[in-house]
């Protein structure tokens, strides 16, 4: 993984220039956090394929959400999932990342933030039965 400095300058620089084009008209604003939603999804499937290639196949959805806040969440963010302090603008790129890595892994499923108290956030997965 990049260094964490290089990953937070990418990701504001995606974030403004998101919101940039929605101000010149390209974009609307209530686009703007699905674009980023959607380009998280993609990096989210990346980063599975990556980190899951030598390991045995997960035997069930648990396993699976297991490895996503232990082993996923740990080397994406450097910190515990119970840890992570962030703010409003990762949230939408972060539920994206998360509802990709599960794509990858073959669990379809909607994944939603809430701020209740800052600079904590709270992620819910549904997951969604075929």
């Not at 980190?51 to 490895?67: G, H, Q, V």
């Not at 910190?79 to 539920?95: G, S």
């Not at 890595?101 to 819910?124: D, H």
């Amino acid at each position: 993984m990049a260094d964490e400095a290089l990953f937070l300058l990418l990701h504001n620089e995606m974030v403004s220039g998101v919101y940039k084009s929605a101000e010149h008209g390209e974009v609307e604003n209530g686009r703007c956090i699905t674009k980023l939603e959607n380009m998280g999804f993609r990096v989210g499937q990346g980063l599975i394929e990556r980190f899951t290639k030598d390991t045995a196949r997960f035997k069930d959805e648990l396993d699976i959400m297991k490895f996503i806040c232990k082993d996923f969440w740990t080397t994406v963010f450097k910190k515990q999932i119970d840890n992570l302090r962030t703010n409003h603008q990762y949230l939408a790129f972060t539920c994206g990342l998360i509802r990709g890595g599960l794509s990858n892994l073959g669990i379809k499923s909607i994944v939603t933030a809430e701020v209740s108290s800052m600079p904590a956030c709270k992620f819910q997965v549904m997951i969604q039965k075929l």
